[in-house]
Antibody
Framework: QLQLQESGSGLVKPSQTLSLTCTVSGGYITGGYSWSWIRQPPGQGLEWIGYIYHSGGTYYNTSLKSRVNISLDRSKNQFSLKVSSVTAADTAVYYC??????????????WGQGTLVTVSS | QSVLTQPPSVSGAPGQRVTISCTGSSSNIGAGYDVHWYQQLPGTAPKLLIYGNSNRPSGVSDRFSGSKSGTSASLAITGLQADDEADYYCQSYDSSLSGSWVFGGGTKVTVV
């Protein structure tokens, strides 16, 4: 059974960089799927941040593109998220997820449990 | 404000049928992009409920069904149960601007 687990700093100061890692077990990140980050501010809905192909290519939400970087570490079966110049608006539960595809769109079939990141001084 | 519009809440009695709408536009659902649905129980991660408009992943109850027509999609829950109380989100792709995977604002289902 595929499992995903987020890890990283739960508290980040304004203007600094948020860094999270997702460790995948029960499968390989090079197995032909894409891997995504999604966030949810407290009490609000879901926002897709971006994804990385198993080959390493990336695609980001245009509203976050200038501040986001997603990378793969094949040797550790992990992928990571960095968000720079954070503000309080970046406070959210961050989820990592596997992306399957119907051919026209991606859907997220396996999710991590989520990790709360708070931006505060 | 989400490009996919869902009602904030729907409610129903145990055993009833409820439906949740997801209204988009010509740049997303109306353009032919598939719609997917997720269930989020309180304090947990979202769970894939329906993919590709109407397909259920293995293990998802057949009380949940999805459909799509024109610029809208719907999720139906039949035989409503107390443990169906959750937030439900639709998701698709929007080709406006540079394109993005988008979620609806979510619908809270309450079993009364």
């Amino acid at each position: 059974q595929l499992q995903l687990q987020e890890s990283g700093s739960g508290l980040v100061k304004p203007s600094q960089t948020l860094s999270l890692t997702c460790t995948v077990s029960g499968g390989y990140i090079t197995g032909g799927y894409s891997w995504s980050w999604i966030r949810q501010p407290p009490g609000q809905g879901l926002e897709w941040i971006g994804y990385i192909y198993h080959s390493g290519g990336t695609y980001y939400n245009t509203s976050l593109k200038s501040r986001v970087n997603i990378s793969l570490d094949r040797s550790k079966n992990q992928f990571s998220l960095k968000v720079s110049s954070v503000t309080a608006a970046d406070t959210a539960v961050y989820y990592c997820a596997r992306a399957g595809t119907t051919g026209t769109t991606y859907y997220f079939d396996y999710w991590g449990q989520g990790t709360l990141v708070t931006v505060s001084s | 404000q989400s490009v996919l519009t869902q009602p904030p809440s729907v409610s129903g009695a145990p055993g009833q049928r409820v439906t949740i709408s997801c209204t988009g536009s010509s740049s997303n659902i109306g353009a032919g992009y598939d719609v997917h649905w997720y269930q989020q129980l309180p304090g947990t991660a979202p769970k894939l409920l329906i993919y590709g408009n109407s397909n259920r992943p293995s293990g998802v109850s057949d009380r949940f069904s999805g459909s799509k027509s024109g610029t809208s999609a719907s999720l139906a829950i039949t035989g409503l149960q107390a443990d169906d109380e959750a937030d439900y989100y639709c998701q698709s792709y929007d080709s406006s601007l540079s394109g993005s995977w988008v979620f609806g604002g979510g619908t809270k289902v309450t079993v009364v």
